[in-house]
């Protein structure tokens, strides 16, 4: 064994094991973003916590989110000079800085799914033209320092900051990154937003004038349509949906 793969085995033994569920959330997390439209070969990440915890886990930086099994999550520590799970994916940073500002997320999704990076690349502000659109409407931010693979401390921390309290932001040109107080809530959050920047592109689009909710009806929406017991009914219905095209995924 070279010292290079000695040090990798070592610094992967000091992480604590993968909990079985989560891992099984994570895994199911990734299956439905690909359903989605979310895929881009390998890249992309869908990453969990219990709540209050400094230790996160990852999908690997090998696995397609179509991919995706239990297995192949990783853990992480969200201290910047912690040991690092060589399979961990390259953008690990990017989910330490959230969870170091956010002790409220225990879920994060980044993707590079084609309308919200598209959206992402014009100045407009995300109208609730659908319901999709009432979750983030006033609750996304835009990042624009760089467009590049999120690599170090510094621009995880820089995106942190941009992202704020707010339920995502938008990475100029790069995709976007989704929170949630659960993985549940952010898997389904990202697919609500790429479906909320694709209608409202759709509406661009069109060259006519269109018409958007009202600030009542917004807050109506985020109480009834996005509530926590509705968002477990469409995690529900996408895990249904996985397990019809992948049905290993029934026994995670």
């Known amino acids: 064994m070279t010292p290079t793969t000695a040090a990798a085995v070592e610094g992967r033994s000091t992480l604590p094991r993968v909990p079985t569920r989560l891992a099984g959330q994570i895994a199911a997390g990734a299956r439905m973003l690909s359903l989605d439209g979310h895929d881009d ?5 869908i990453s969990a916590r219990m709540p209050n915890s400094d230790t996160f886990f990852i999908k690997n930086a090998l696995c397609g989110f179509d991919e995706a099994t239990p297995d192949q999550v990783v853990a992480a520590s969200i201290a910047p000079d912690a040991p ?4 961990a994916p390259p953008e690990l940073p990017l989910h330490q800085a959230i969870y170091r500002a956010r002790p409220d997320v225990n879920g994060i999704v980044h993707s590079h799914a084609p309308h919200t990076l598209v959206f992402g690349a014009t100045d407009l502000e995300l109208r609730p033209v659908s319901h999709d659109g009432a979750h983030f409407t006033g609750a996304l931010s835009l990042f624009t320092q760089t467009s590049n693979t999120v690599l170090d401390q510094e621009t995880g921390d820089a995106i942190a900051e941009s992202l704020g309290d707010a339920e995502g932001v938008l990475l100029r040109n790069h995709g976007g ?3 949630g107080k659960s993985v549940r809530h952010a898997a389904v959050f990202a697919q609500v937003l790429e479906r909320a920047c694709r209608l409202q592109l759709l509406a661009e689009q069109s060259g006519a004038p269109y018409t958007w909710a009202s600030e009542t009806d917004v807050a109506l929406k985020r109480d009834f ?3 926590d017991l509705s968002v477990r009914s469409y995690w529900d219905y996408a895990v249904r949906r996985v397990r019809c095209v992948w ?3 029934t026994t995670w």
Not at 41 to 45: A, I, L, S, V
């Open 247 to 249: 049905p290993e995924a």
């Open 177 to 179: 990154v989704i929170v």
């Open 225 to 227: 349509i996005y509530a």
């Open 41 to 45: 070969f390998n890249q992309g990440q």
């Open 84 to 87: 690092v799970d060589p399979l």
